[in-house]
């Protein structure tokens, strides 16, 4: 059971600023661009943010890769779907693990350690290629022992970053990891389509396999990161796992953003589809794979690359809702682009990387303020557990979106089905607002939990 302590540290306080009584002294001008003042006074988060990226952008080339290589090897969506589900149950079974460990332990060394277990699954899946096995079942064992790592990975580094950087830095930071994820589902996809286009799966897994080494370098040259633990906070495993499920359990708008985020990535995340699109009904083979996926991370990047004027946003809760509404119409018209457009139409791919773009800027958006909100009601000794369950929804969520829409394109093909699921999103985000209107009046300066 926790103490006393834990209540006081999770009652929210009282509004973050008052509205002037008068015109007040001048502010100064809003950014629009991404601060890059962690970068230039903290070293440590220096080293962990490039070391972060040029990873990042190998672990897309391994996850469009392994993708081509699946639909290589079967001609079959569906078994590319599958794919996610062999990284969605060690990613859940482990995600809440994961976050107890970090709340335990140094999380310098826990990040270490599961970054360690990653580089040596990426050396196994260029080797696998580099030996032709052609082996579907191996290629879903190493994915499946990749999340399971990733599931302790992820939440010691997001918990480590608030203990380096200074409070008043923390949103400039979280705007920089933000604009690294988004280059790297950037550049991932579009690496992946030249690399395996022109050289092969080898090539794209073993660029993964090197730029890995960056993140362990950047994890290596941290301080020590002893967690701090609140009274009663139990050992990792059940208990610690509830402990952190039941402060969740106390805020409802925190549960909010993970529903919300799950109506988008289970029911309208689109990129099972695109091995088969290139194939077939939009042609170009790896290259337009390589395309769509950039399409959306592309509008991922320019939302983070002009995020300054959301600091000023006070209904977080009613962004997220219209934000992820967006994100599924625009899912939407790009399934019914694929059914109404004839194959092979000058534009047609062009259209399709558009509305992608659109609905991948909605989605970086809506990221800022669930993110937002999960750090505003957390405490550090809790940090690492919700940090479990946010990388179990965001990771695992998308994982499970790729089985859905797989099955579903398999049965009434890949444009009914990103129309369908898009539809499903906006249908569903609504519905959960209109049931939870403290969620949608949720005000910054106010919040509640």
Excluded at 110 to 135: F, K, R, T, Y
Excluded at 160 to 187: R, Y
Aim: contains cysteine; charged residues 10%.
């Amino acid at each position: 059971m926790l103490d006393g302590r834990w209540l006081r540290a999770t009652t929210y306080p009282g509004p973050v600023s008052a509205p002037p009584a008068g015109p007040g002294p001048v502010r100064p001008r809003r950014r629009f661009l991404v601060d890059t003042t962690p970068l230039r006074e903290v070293p440590a988060f220096r080293g962990l943010w490039i070391g972060q990226s040029l990873a990042a952008v190998g672990t897309q080339l391994t996850v469009v890769t392994v993708g081509l290589q699946v639909y290589a090897l079967t001609s079959s969506t569906f078994a590319v779907g599958l794919v996610g589900i062999f990284a969605l149950v060690p990613l859940v079974a482990l995600g809440l693990y994961g976050g107890s460990l970090v709340d335990a332990h140094d999380r310098r060394r826990v990040a270490l350690l599961a970054s360690l277990a990653l580089w040596v699954l990426s050396l196994a899946v260029a080797a696998q290629a580099w030996a032709h096995l052609d082996s579907v079942g191996l290629l879903y064992g190493l994915v499946a022992l990749q999340s399971a790592a990733f599931a302790v990975n992820n939440p010691a580094r997001s918990a480590i970053v608030p203990g380096i950087v200074p409070a008043a830095m923390l949103p400039a930071a979280n705007a920089l990891s933000g604009m690294t994820n988004a280059i790297a589902l950037t550049l991932g996809p579009l690496l992946a389509g030249l690399l395996v286009g022109t050289w092969g799966f080898q090539a794209a897994y073993t660029v993964d396999a090197v730029t890995f080494v960056a993140a362990l370098v950047g994890v290596q040259r941290l301080p020590a990161m002893p967690p701090e633990v609140l009274a009663g906070s139990q050992r990792p495993g059940l208990r610690s796992v509830l402990e952190g499920i039941r402060f969740l359990g106390t805020r409802p708008n925190v549960r909010m953003t993970f529903l919300v985020d799950l109506c988008a990535m289970v029911l309208a995340m689109p990129r099972v589809l695109y091995p088969a699109l290139g194939a077939a009904e939009l042609g170009g083979g790896a290259r337009t794979v390589g395309l769509l996926g950039a399409g959306f991370a592309a509008g991922s990047v320019l939302a983070g690359l002009f995020s300054g004027p959301l600091g000023g946003v006070r209904r977080q809760g009613a962004v997220v809702v219209g934000c992820i509404a967006v994100y599924g119409a625009s899912v939407a018209g790009f399934g019914l682009v694929l059914v109404l457009a004839p194959a092979g139409q000058t534009g047609k791919l062009a259209l399709c990387v558009a509305l992608l773009a659109v609905s991948g800027a909605a989605d970086a958006v809506s990221s800022v303020f669930r993110g937002t909100i999960l750090q505003v009601a957390t405490p550090d000794a809790l940090r690492g557990r919700l940090q479990g369950v946010f990388i179990v929804v965001v990771a695992g969520g998308p994982r499970l979106g790729d089985l859905v829409l797989g099955s579903t394109a398999s049965a009434v093909g890949e444009g009914l089905a990103a129309l369908a699921g898009g539809t499903a999103c906006v249908v569903a985000v609504l519905a959960l607002a209109r049931g939870q209107r403290g969620f949608v009046r949720y005000d910054a300066h106010d919040p509640r939990p």
